[in-house]
């Protein structure tokens, strides 16, 4: 049906419009070779290795670009069923940074608790931890400034909460929680400069 379709309007369509259709065909067919090349040409030719000093350069020099625009934490985050035993201890051990105290938490945790988060020890929005609890933060500033240590409970479950750190909206961001934005930042600009200089190159080359 495909095949008798396309015969039909192949004897039917006006020159007018089979010259368009081939105009964009080869447009088309255009673009799909440039991009292809310059995709094969960044594979070979472009440095994508990017240092630590190079991230924490461009860090620097445009700090005006990093400031938070929400609240962010480092934080732990336990949900309890009411009935747990050892609630004491878990809540001590919740408090400790100690590494050793950490490693008991945590198997405390996988035996008992319904939900276990440290977010991998990293920076995140404060909303992604305000979303565990059964009640509402009216004021995340007041609350990260008066809080270390934050616990709550339900009908069913205890929920506990340490702030490790934290940063408020309007400050820099640290380096850590915007380093992977800088390194996309930093690898698209070297992209859109080494198509230039590519499409440069050829056009002064076809010149000489």
Request: glycine letters at 0%.
């Amino acid at each position: 049906k495909r095949q008798l379709l396309l015969q039909k309007a192949e004897d039917n369509l006006t020159p007018a419009l089979k010259d368009e259709i081939d105009k964009q065909l080869e447009e088309t067919r255009s673009n799909l070779v440039i991009y292809q090349y310059q995709r094969q040409m960044i594979l070979e030719k472009l440095d994508t290795v990017l240092t630590d000093a190079e991230l924490e350069n461009y860090y620097a020099a445009n700090e005006v670009s990093f400031v938070l625009t929400s609240n962010i934490v480092k934080a732990l985050f336990i949900k309890l069923p009411l009935e747990t035993p050892d609630i004491n201890k878990i809540r001590l051990l919740a408090r400790s940074n100690d590494q050793k105290d950490l490693q008991q938490l945590e198997s405390y945790c996988y035996q008992f608790a319904e939900k276990f988060d440290d977010f991998n020890e990293e920076w995140v929005p404060m909303n992604r931890l305000s979303v565990e609890l059964p009640q509402n933060i009216e004021n995340e500033e007041n609350f990260l400034k008066r809080n270390t240590f934050f616990e709550t409970s339900d009908s069913t479950s205890l929920y506990l909460v340490s702030i490790r750190d934290y940063r408020l909206r309007s400050s820099l961001s640290p380096f850590d929680y915007v380093k992977d934005d800088i390194k996309r930042i930093i690898w698209n600009t070297r992209r859109f400069e080494f198509i230039q200089s590519l499409e440069n190159g050829i056009y002064n080359e076809a010149l000489k």
